[in-house]
């Protein structure tokens, strides 16, 4: 398998475990909504997360 497409499947598995709820980790919460995700994926996405999740592991 390339390195592209085994990214691109490795991204796919994750969303698809996040649509089941499977493994996710957090919630993200806009307003009223509510999106279970995986604190991996958002830290390795945003510096903002990352600094979040590091100082809630102190």
């Known amino acids: 398998m390339e390195v592209s497409s085994h990214s691109l499947f490795l991204l796919q598995q994750l969303n698809v475990q ?3 709820g499977f493994l996710c ?3 993200v919460a806009i307003g009223n909504v509510y999106f279970k995700a ?3 994926v ?3 996405f945003s510096n903002y997360f990352k600094m979040i999740f590091i100082h809630q592991s102190r």
């Open 18 to 20: 996040r649509e089941f």
């Open 25 to 27: 980790d957090c919630t």
């Open 38 to 40: 995986h604190r991996a």
């Open 42 to 44: 958002l830290a390795a």
